[in-house]
């Protein structure tokens, strides 16, 4: 009685072994490669075009494979410390970061909430992704399109840009020189980034 009451344990142990395994295997989870990876907010001014670059940007994809859909994004979590974005110009990184007003609000986050399945051909890859971006305090809905490459060593590469308005989330576009530079609202967020 005990070792039959052992064996169909044994064997609920090795089925449910199996089917973890299986779930595993249909997932596949990837790190964001950092220096290689990198996020630019471009705008506009009164008196030039201007971009801030960063390469410290952090996140997390998930891909499953859907007997149906086939790859699909299954989560995405994206994070960029504010003061890791350089323009190369002192005043203006000042400026940039008292608009997300960074001692309050340091990091820039995005948590996905849905994106179409990945189409693939070949080694290129194509997505609509859907999400919840927190800047400066405050939390947006946006979706974008995003194209990217399978490199060879199984890595993706994505590529995207995002057009965006301060105003959405509250900042006051930059000034200086006491008000005779002025910044538009309309800025792009363009994305390069490799998860492994």
């Known amino acids: 009685m005990i070792l039959k009451s052992n064996l169909k344990l044994f064997k609920l142990i090795l089925v449910s072994l199996v089917f973890?395994?299986?779930?595993?295997?249909?997932?596949?989870?990837?790190?964001m490669v950092a220096k290689v990876s990198s996020v630019t907010v471009a705008g506009t001014s009164n008196l030039h075009d201007w971009e801030s670059t960063s390469k410290e940007v952090a996140g997390d994809l998930v891909i499953a494979t859907d007997?149906?859909?086939g790859k699909i994004i299954q989560s995405l979590v994206v994070k960029l410390p504010v003061?890791?974005?350089?323009?190369?110009?002192?005043?203006?990184?000042?400026?940039?970061?008292?608009?997300?007003?960074?001692?309050?609000?340091?990091?820039?986050?995005?948590?996905?909430t849905d994106a179409s399945a990945l189409k693939v051909t070949g080694k290129d890859v194509e997505t609509t992704v859907s999400g919840n971006l927190n800047m400066a305090g405050a939390v947006k809905k946006i979706s974008?399109?995003?194209?990217?490459?399978?490199?060879?060593?199984?890595?993706?590469?994505?590529?995207?840009?995002?057009?965006?308005?301060?105003?959405?989330?509250?900042?006051?576009?930059?000034?200086?020189?006491?008000?005779?530079l002025k910044t538009g609202d309309a800025i792009t967020i363009k994305f390069d980034v490799i998860f492994k």
Not at 20 to 31: I, M, R
Not at 85 to 107: E, Q, W
Request: charged share 20%; proline share 5%; glycine share 8%.
């Open 67 to 69: 007997a149906k859909s």
């Open 83 to 112: 003061k890791t974005i350089k323009s190369g110009k002192g005043m203006m990184d000042n400026k940039t970061y008292d608009a997300f007003d960074s001692d309050k609000n340091p990091l820039i986050t995005f948590q996905l």
């Open 144 to 180: 974008f399109k995003s194209t990217g490459t399978i490199l060879a060593d199984g890595s993706f590469q994505f590529k995207g840009t995002v057009p965006l308005k301060m105003s959405d989330f509250k900042m006051k576009p930059p000034t200086a020189l006491l008000g005779t």
């Open 20 to 31: 973890l395994t299986f779930s595993a295997a249909q997932a596949q989870t990837l790190k």
